[in-house]
C-alpha cells in the first residue's frame, strides 16, 4: 500500500527554519520524483519543489529558490524539504507527493499519491 506521511510542521517565526519530511512506504523514493506543495487558506495548491529519481534533478517555484533545498535519503526512502528564511507568506499546509514518471513538472495531474499535508505557520 502506497503511503506518504509528512511531519516537521510547527510555528515558527519569520526569519526561521524548519525541515519537512515526507516518509514513503509502499513503494521505493529512488524509483520515482517527489514533490513538495502547499495550499495556504483561500488560495490554489502550488507547486514549491521537485526532485527527480532520475539524474536528481531539482525545480523550485520562484518563490523559494534560495531559500528552500530539496533532498532524498534513499536508504530511509524520505524526502525532505529545508526551509529556510521563512516568511509569513510561506503559511500554508504542505504536502508531497509522487509524481508518475517521467518529467519535472508541478502539474497535480501527473501526481497520483499525496500525503496528509503538514501544517507551517510563519508568525511572530
Known amino acids: 500500500q502506497v503511503q506518504l506521511v509528512e511531519s516537521g510542521g510547527g510555528l515558527v517565526q519569520p526569519g526561521g527554519s524548519l525541515r519537512l519530511s515526507c516518509a514513503a512506504s509502499g513503494f521505493t523514493v529512488a524509483y520515482y520524483g517527489i514533490g513538495w506543495f502547499r495550499q495556504a487558506p483561500g488560495k490554489e495548491r502550488e507547486g514549491v519543489s521537485l526532485i527527480s529519481h532520475t539524474d536528481g534533478s531539482t525545480i523550485y517555484a520562484d518563490s523559494v529558490k534560495g531559500r528552500f533545498t530539496i533532498s532524498r535519503d534513499n536508504a530511509k526512502n524520505t524526502v525532505y524539504l529545508q526551509m529556510n528564511g521563512l516568511k509569513p507568506e510561506d503559511t500554508a499546509v504542505y504536502y508531497c507527493?509522487?509524481?508518475?514518471?517521467?518529467?519535472?513538472?508541478?502539474?497535480?495531474?501527473?501526481?497520483?499519491?499525496w500525503g496528509q499535508g503538514t501544517q507551517v505557520t510563519v508568525s511572530s
Open positions: 507527493a509522487r509524481r508518475v514518471p517521467y518529467g519535472l513538472d508541478f502539474s497535480p495531474y501527473n501526481y497520483d499519491y
